[in-house]
């Protein structure tokens, strides 16, 4: 199942980007972006090029979602989605995907300390 249940929140969270309010998605397909002044919109889809690079993901999860923590380094937003990390660059509109050990591994969180990334494994807790 790829697509948001009616119960599903579309976007997580809100983060300021200079100019821009960036709604980070947690079942929406695109990072929404709007333009503080003159409300423009813009749509960088995600979960499409997603399910293209990695065709395992809609069998291996119950829903194509990305949790709701995210990180901030610079330019570039980093958020999870299971076992593959997406680097969402503000300034460009670029998105890198980072798969994370095997389809196996889940995990339900992403957060920063100093330097590194650490990853809250769905099956420790």
Not at 32 to 39: D, F, I, N, P
Not at 91 to 118: A, H, P
Request: proline content about 3%; hydrophobic content about 40%; some cysteine.
């Amino acid at each position: 199942k790829t697509e948001c249940d009616a119960q599903m929140s579309r976007f997580g969270a809100v983060y300021e980007y200079k100019e821009w309010m960036i709604f980070i998605p947690l079942c929406y397909p695109a990072i929404l972006k709007v333009h503080k002044e003159t409300y423009e919109m813009k749509f960088v889809p995600w979960k499409e090029s997603l399910l293209e690079r990695f065709p395992y993901f809609a069998e291996a999860n119950q829903t194509v979602s990305i949790f709701y923590d995210f990180e901030v380094v610079g330019d570039a937003l980093y958020l999870l989605a299971n076992n593959v990390v997406i680097k969402y660059n503000m300034e460009s509109d670029e998105i890198s995907f980072y798969k994370i050990r095997d389809e196996e591994r889940l995990y339900t969180g992403i957060v920063r300390y100093n330097e590194e990334f650490i990853l809250v494994d769905r099956f420790y807790f």
